[in-house]
């Protein structure tokens, strides 16, 4: 009997997997092989794929654009990170106050979010404008020095982090806001018993207790900053002098500028390996850690 | 369709609308089949699509079975789309190609080679447009593979009434008259005025960093005598030289030293389709850009003036270096005949000349050079005064060299990653240069 | 005593914090508003200020006759709106799949579908970029809903919320003759709602926003989606910020709308991620 149903759930099962999975074979499975085998070749697109081993991924660490390119990813990643889950854990802190005027607060730091980074970098090229727009204007009236914020090499990929944090701290916010509230009030009531309140509560208790909320963040955050791509596109251009170019844009014009498709692959992989690396690490801190709060 | 017939034909044609004739309809008597062709163009300006779609409209009523579709192409990643298209068979069958980018496309064997059917038409174009579209092989022999209709020259346009408010002659517009680059400076100096509390408020010029495939550097460079490549233009030397270094260390002192010339606001900033918008706005009173400028300009409100880049004092060149796009030919198209026909038409005087009134191009054809056919596309509502002075400068301009390179996209933006760290990164000017001399000699696999 | 005061003070200083931070949010969309209205030479004023010398509605029109706007929706339009039903269908066959049937190798696939979501999406693109090329899908709207129409993270969070739905409304359905096609359309689909309303928001939001894939794929100004659309602008009307702003609201306006609409479902749907994910 059991097995008959097997056999027929299996059959249904063809019927509502198919779309997904032949999807999935088609336009993520097959692109992830072939990207592999593309990356160990050199390829133009027009000519025939000549096969060169590991030389690709060799070439890229020998290659001074290449590494620039990559520290940059990594400087922007370490700074925009933590910048972001720490002002949106406390603003969602804040914001859980049953303070009046939830909705418009809500409202106004998801803003942000639900632009598109293009529309949002738009924006903020003009703000960063070294004459007329208003930062420097603020800045000037506080007493301080316009920036060249966009024609300086080392401001420019403050501008990216800038804008980056802006944009995703609304989100996050909602995400640690929606993990505070799930916190039981049994828990507030238990730590007060105790004599534990205020910030030590809340490093004691919440933190702890927001974990997964938290690593969510961050494991987000990581992965999409080491992706960054729409604002330096059009913030910056990953200048001036390449000081804010960022690993998708370099792939995006070792391919499609260049047409250097090995090349470009296997930048592809490098940091596809470096994120997962990343990944697994911050899993491991946070999951460890579990045990030694009680 | 006899090929010979059919350039012979477009050739009368095309002489005929110089001297103001209407074009003959001799193919109507003939029955053909219909043929649809395709025509890829970058976004151009508002005025410059519309003046193509006229131009191809025009096109369609001269031959009727032919049905032209226009499709525009976002600039930036222009030539690489194309080039994919093309070489995946499903590309344009005429379709825009800057000069830079011929070699590479040839190489790649996407043009078709017109030297023989496009000889009479070639014969009549200047020299620097007849220099762009040729190429020569290995054999020495010379090959065309595109047609061109203009030539845009670097030139300054200036602000006359932050002239006169700040005391300064007119620029010249005389190759032999032109200011040396002291005199240029002073003339800045006196235009940049800065408020009581420091704020500039308005500056001398702008617009000396733009990106290296555009104009300024490389004409200042030639200017100089700094020539940085090899005859064949297969390797980069004597890049680091004291005529190079003079020339960038004076582009970035306009800005970093001597404050005449603004922020450029966003590295990478491309002029190469609207004027700096502060140049619109009075704040700004000059500007360093390619003619094309002047079609915009003139329909603001500005009251301008042009006049020619300052020497350095060491050129024995009467002319400057013009640059242009040029029509090809899809080698894999369908229709090649009626793909001439219309490479030709949008290359011909009948197409250019309303384009060239608006001052977005010079001309290409010697004929239209010639005094008595001047009055056609100078439009004295757009040209400024001095503007007449410029004409032999244009007649007697030479090709940019870099319009030989291959692998322009790679030059294009090492070359700006370096420049950009000396200009805005305190890079040395030797390093920068040398860095510039290896990165290209790398690419070209040398 | 000392409590109360205290609390009153957090939550003094909460509303400071917060109202710092809100200006901070606001002020760029409201710098963005007041110089969609202005004429050239007050975008170039200094000192800025918020409001120029008139009210130039001009830009606006300006936007349609410059860039090809309207068409610009419609593509937009078009692919969201397609990647949204395709994600929503697959996924929650796919969900029902993993969820109610038992069948051989239905962990392993599911393994699979776990491991895709784990993907970095710039390893796909060049991959992708061919296989359109060699379709010839390129410069087609297609281009950019085929590869996008399978949601891994979409199928996880539809077998989650299925999972949370009790076997026995199935198993009765069954027993009065219904095919599983029918238990999962009737009575399973219906009851995800909030589930589907959130994977429909994201989809919605990832679709509509996306740059790069427009980008890579699509060549014609006929077919260019929003995003693309305003970067191209941005090449060829540096300066001219007025219109560029002008641009980037009509841009946002869309989604603006829908947001304030559905406000509650885009919270009670981020929520849910932070949580379960």
Known sequence: MKSKKRNRDAMWAVVFLAPAVIGLCVFTIYPLIESLIISFTSWDLFTDKVFVGFQNYIDFFRDATGLKVFRNTIFFTFVAVPIQVVISFFLAVALNQKIRGMRFFRGAYFLPSIASMVSISIVWQWLFNTDFGIINYVIKALGGTGLNWLTNAKYSIWTIIIVSCWKGTGYNMMIFLAGLQAIPSTNYEAAELDGCTGLSRLFRIVVPLIKPSTLYVCITCVINSMQVFDQVMIITGGGPARSSSVLVQYLYENAFDYYKMGYASAIGWIMAVFIFVLSAIQFKFMNSDDYSVE | MNKKLVSSLACASMIASLVGASAPVAFAEESHDPVSLTFWGWTASDFESKSIQAGLDDFQAQYPWITVEYMTVPSADYHTKLKTALASGSGPDVFYLDATQCNDFVKANLLMDITDIAADFTVNMTEASLQKVSMTDENGDSHVYGLDICNVGPVIFYNKDLFDAAGVEPMPTKWEERWTWDEFVENMQKLTVVDDSGNTVQYGTCNWEEQYSLYVLQELLDLNGANWYNEDMTAAENVDSAESKEVIENIKALRAELGVAPDPNAAGSDTSNSPTAMFLTGQVATIAIGSYALQEIAQSDINYGVGLFPTFGKDDSDAFMVSADMKCINVGSEHPEEALLLAEYMSSPEFGIPIYQTGLWMPNQKALYEEENIPQWFNEEVYPEGWENLIPVFLNAKDKPTDKLSNVNSINDAVDEEMQAFYYADQDADTTLQNIESRINSILGN | ?277
């Open chain 3, 1 to 277: 005593m000392k409590r109360k005061t205290k609390q009153k003070m957090i939550k003094t200083v909460s509303v400071v914090v917060l109202l710092f931070g809100a200006v901070i949010m606001l002020v760029p969309f409201l710098w963005m508003l007041s110089t969609s209205f202005k004429n050239i030479a007050d975008v170039f004023k200094y000192p800025p200020s918020f409001f120029g010398s008139e009210f130039r509605w001009q830009n606006y029109v300006d936007v349609f006759q410059t860039i090809n706007f309207l068409g610009m929706l419609k593509n937009t339009v078009l692919v969201t709106v397609a990647v949204c039903v395709g994600q929503l269908v697959t996924s929650a066959m796919a969900g029902f799949a993993f969820s109610y049937l038992q069948f051989p190798g239905r962990d392993l696939i599911f393994k699979i579908f776990l491991f895709a979501v784990m993907i970095p999406f710039h390893v796909m693109l060049i991959p992708t970029f061919v296989l359109m090329r060699n379709l010839k899908l390129l410069n087609s709207l297609w281009a950019l809903i085929l590869p996008c129409i399978v949601s891994p993270l979409g199928a996880f969070m539809m077998k989650q919320s299925y999972l949370g739905i009790p076997r026995s409304l199935g198993e009765a359905a069954a027993i009065d003759g219904c095919s599983p096609w029918k238990i999962m359309w009737v009575i399973y689909f219906p009851l995800s709602k909030p589930t589907l309303a959130t994977l429909a928001i994201f989809s919605f939001m990832q679709t509509w926003n996306d740059f790069i894939r427009p980008l890579i794929f699509l060549n014609s100004n006929t077919k260019v989606t929003l995003t693309l659309g305003l970067y191209n602008m941005v090449g060829s009307y540096a300066t001219n910020w007025g219109l560029l702003m002008a641009a980037v609201i009509l841009s946002i306006l869309p989604v603006l709308i829908l947001y304030l609409c559905l406000q509650d479902f885009f919270v009670e749907g981020i929520a849910m991620t932070g949580l379960k994910g």
